[in-house]
């Protein structure tokens, strides 16, 4: 074997029963988002029947293709983890998927229909994605590297509330008088006539001087 370090091979096992060689000098492997894109700013999401959240990549500079993935979203507002991936009939998320899978689908809705043990939080979420080695797993050229690059956030949908019963909880006295339109008449009128009732008593006292 040469001592060139452009030709050193390290042997990787894949399964039980098969190995292959991988350069020394060869990169850790991973993945790129492609969906929604690296690039762009944090996506919302909609916690609601029939929305589904599609996250899809593509494998980089893998020599060992792995046995499987794991696709979870953690929470840091409750410290919390959840299973991302399609519904299977049992009402089971099934978030390890084959490792050369390059998408994953998930409905945060169903996941809460099927008896969640907790509740997903409308919160911001980071999406990881790992293989069968872990979420602590080391770097290793040519084999896939822990993936935690993506925030999205999750909300739930307002119900409808109609105009005479919504409540400004946030606004303050004139904001409020501002948004109520008879109110608004009664106050301009009260100011008109005060106003007016000024000018009439102005005038009175100029013309009896």
Do not use: H
């Not at 589904?52 to 499987?68: A, E």
């Not at 979870?72 to 084959?98: D, F, H, K, L």
């Amino acid at each position: 074997m040469s001592s060139n370090s452009n030709t050193r091979q390290a042997t990787a096992t894949a399964t039980g029963t098969n190995t292959m060689s991988i350069p020394q000098t060869a990169a850790a492997g991973g993945l790129t988002m492609t969906q929604p894109p690296a690039s762009a700013s944090a996506s919302y999401y909609k916690i609601a029947a029939s929305n589904y959240v599609t996250f899809g990549w593509n494998l980089t500079s893998l020599y060992l293709t792995p046995t499987s993935l794991t696709v979870v979203a953690s929470c840091s507002q409750n410290g919390n983890t959840y299973p991302v991936g399609p519904t299977n009939a049992a009402g089971e998320v099934e978030n390890v998927i084959p490792g050369s899978s390059t998408q994953v689908i998930w409905s945060p809705f169903e996941y809460e229909q099927n008896g969640a043990n907790v509740p997903l939080a409308a919160a911001t979420y980071r999406l990881q994605i790992y293989d069968e080695r872990g979420p602590t797993a080391a770097q290793a050229g040519g084999r896939f590297s822990p993936y935690s690059g993506m925030e999205f956030a999750l909300y739930r949908p307002q119900a409808y509330t109609p105009l005479p019963e919504w409540n400004c909880v946030n606004c303050n006295s004139a904001t409020k008088l501002a948004m109520n339109p008879m109110a608004l008449m009664l106050f301009t009128s009260l100011i008109m006539l005060v106003s007016g009732w000024g000018l009439i008593g102005g005038a009175g006292r100029r013309n009896r001087a």
